[in-house]
């Protein structure tokens, strides 16, 4: 089978889509299929992932508005020419684009899977997957989409292979924190990392008795600062793009972090979270992760305070052994096994 995948990152978009779709894709390639990978905005680093895993990148250069009919009439026509004989599946992860874009998508791909969360738009697809977490999960694409079959909440989670071999060998948490990791995301435009590290060091935790792991992404924009806190400091240390996420994740008992993707990575490694939501559409994650006694929600980025993200990791008063393992339990690491199976089935 053939697999055309449509995703973007940047430093607005962040790089979770790619991320999530990579993962996908190197199983996919893994297996025997062949894989295009086409993007309006792609940053170097993550071409280079792409063409790493045995996946084809194709630069779109579309003059026209992203989900646009007059920009999927043109990623129809360019693809078609460029890929004889069209695609058995299209997967689709992209805020912008809704069912005026997917329909024109029927002349290259047979079958179409969407990844969204924020249930805003209509959808014409055959499968419709979104991997958070809610209440009452059966319901939000109802009235969204085409019949499409829906794989909904975290088990579908689109998770690297390192988090679940790493998953077995992961940590009983409890007792004091001694390992905390701080990490806001492969971009963290918002400046989250940071900024937490200047309110931890102002109260001098940066010199205490615990460990820091510091995890940013390659387009993290303040790499030269950033380094020079933690060259400055004995107990921090930093992971720039690392293969090891999931590893760095295990050895951590707590993190400060932002929502998204992320907090399945670190639901599959068990590591309960300081929250703090980067982007509206993380809000709801961090509300039912602070629910469910697994994660404590700070706020929304600009509301929140050096003190209370101080505060909160001086007097955290979570049970790090049930909130471990409250969250291990929500999400097993084979998402992407599952997926494909059903991409398998419906073909």
């Not at 961090?286 to 629910?291: L, N, P, S």
Request: proline content about 2%.
């Amino acid at each position: 089978m053939k697999f055309l995948i449509r995703a973007d990152a940047s430093v607005a978009i962040g790089t979770g889509h790619v991320m999530r779709c990579l993962a996908l894709a190197k199983s996919l390639i893994i297996s025997g299929r062949e894989v295009v990978f086409v993007f309006q905005q792609m940053p170097d680093h993550l071409v280079e992932k792409i063409k790493q895993i045995g996946c084809i990148p194709f630069y779109l250069n579309s003059k026209y508005p992203i989900g646009s009919i007059e920009d999927a009439v043109y990623v129809s026509s360019k693809v078609n020419n460029a890929f004889q004989n069209g695609f058995d599946w299209m997967i689709i992860d992209h805020y912008q684009i809704s069912d005026i874009w997917e329909k024109e998508m029927s002349r290259i791909a047979k079958k179409l899977l969407v990844i969204d969360d924020l249930a805003n738009r209509a959808h014409i697809c055959n499968i419709l997957l979104d991997q958070n977490l809610y209440e009452i999960s059966d319901s939000r694409y109802n009235e969204l989409t085409n019949n499409a079959k829906q794989l909904i909440g975290p088990s579908y989670a689109l998770l690297r292979d390192e988090f679940h071999l790493e998953r077995q060998k992961v940590k009983t948490r409890s007792g004091a924190i001694q390992r905390v990791l701080v990490t806001f995301g492969g971009t963290d435009p918002t400046n989250e990392t940071l900024k937490s590290l200047y309110a931890l060091d102002k109260e001098g935790l940066l010199d205490s008795n615990l460990d820091f792991d510091i995890l940013v992404g390659q387009s993290y924009a303040h790499l030269n600062e950033l380094r020079k806190i933690v060259d400055s400091k004995k107990r921090l240390s930093l992971h720039i793009q690392s293969n090891s996420v999931a590893a760095i994740m295990n050895k951590a008992d707590l993190a400060i972090c932002s929502g998204g993707t992320l907090t399945w990575e670190r639901y599959c490694m068990g590591l309960p979270g300081l929250v703090i939501a980067v982007a509206e559409n993380q809000i709801h994650n961090a509300i039912m992760g602070e629910k469910l006694g697994i994660d404590r929600f700070l706020g929304f980025h600009s509301d929140v305070s050096d003190g209370h993200i101080v505060n909160n990791l001086k007097d955290y008063e979570g049970d790090l052994k049930n909130n471990s393992l409250t969250a291990f339990n929500i999400v097993d690491g084979r998402g992407v096994e599952k997926v494909i199976k059903n991409l398998e089935d419906t073909i």
